[in-house]
């Protein structure tokens, strides 16, 4: 028998026939990872708290091999954040972090910085909701998107390079894949306004650290700006639609 440990967050499960679940986790080493956890289903599963939405865990996994899904052997929580089940914003941010994760990451491919960038991000959210959240999810994005090799170019311009001190107006190319000068701007019809402000924010929030974004305050329309130009360039690079931004404005015009 062939066992393998890991640490893991749990992304998300669904049912497998009566009794079992297969289980999505990520992990630094093996990616995401669908796991069947047998008897899941029952009440009493010993696996319950183990398998929740964001947990942290230490999984002990047995491998089956190529043709079937490995199975869940035993495991203990490292923590499993109970002040972001306590707040719906906050949990609804956490969702989307793991929709991403799990929506724009294949299986087995793993990116260590990637998962430690998510557990970095939901110890941030568990903290508090004084700091700006919103900056930090758009963070966590322009960083995922650098880890997965679709980091958008925002030291300038991405036609012509010109340094952002040197721009005046700027824009956003979605196919061209990052700012764009006003010189340059008829390379791409389809190119998205943006105030200098916002376009300065989105190069912070890529390359400064998540403990510092966490900790800025910025206009909520320059918030605003950065999240539509991200969810265009998201939705750009031919991914699927996410569904959790709506939750999450739900959730925000309750605030
Ligand atoms: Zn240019």
Redesign the pocket.
């Known amino acids: 028998m062939i066992l393998y440990k890991t640490e893991a967050v749990v992304l998300r499960d669904y049912d497998l026939g009566d009794q079992d679940k297969i289980v999505v986790f990520y992990s630094p080493k093996y990616g995401k990872i669908k796991v069947v956890a047998k008897g899941a289903r029952r009440i009493k599963s010993r696996f319950a708290s183990l398998i929740q939405l964001l947990s942290y865990d230490i999984l002990l996994i047995h491998k089956n091999g190529e043709k079937s899904l490995d199975t869940l052997n035993e495991g203990e929580i490292k923590y499993y954040f109970p002040e972001i089940k306590k707040d719906l914003l906050r949990f609804a941010y956490s969702c989307y972090l793991v929709e991403l994760v799990d929506k724009f990451v294949g299986e087995r491919e793993p990116h260590p910085f990637l998962f430690q960038l998510l557990l970095k991000t939901l110890f941030l959210l568990e903290k508090g909701s004084k700091y700006t959240l919103n900056l930090l999810m758009r963070s966590f994005e322009l960083k995922l998107l650098s880890v997965l090799g679709y980091r958008p170019y925002l030291e300038g ?6 340094d952002t001190k040197l ?1 005046k107006s700027f824009y956003f190319s979605l196919k061209l894949g990052g700012l ?2 006003g ?2 701007q008829e390379v791409d019809k389809g190119r998205i306004n943006i105030s200098k402000k916002a376009s300065l924010l989105m190069s912070y929030l890529l390359f400064s650290s998540l403990e510092k974004v966490f900790q800025q305050k910025v206009d909520k329309s320059v918030q605003k700006e950065i999240e539509l130009t991200l969810r265009a360039y998201f939705f750009y690079q031919g991914q699927r639609k996410m569904f959790t931004p709506h939750f999450i404005h739900s959730f925000e015009k309750l605030e």
Do not use: M
């Open positions: 311009c991405v036609n012509c390079r010109r721009i764009l000068c010189s340059c």
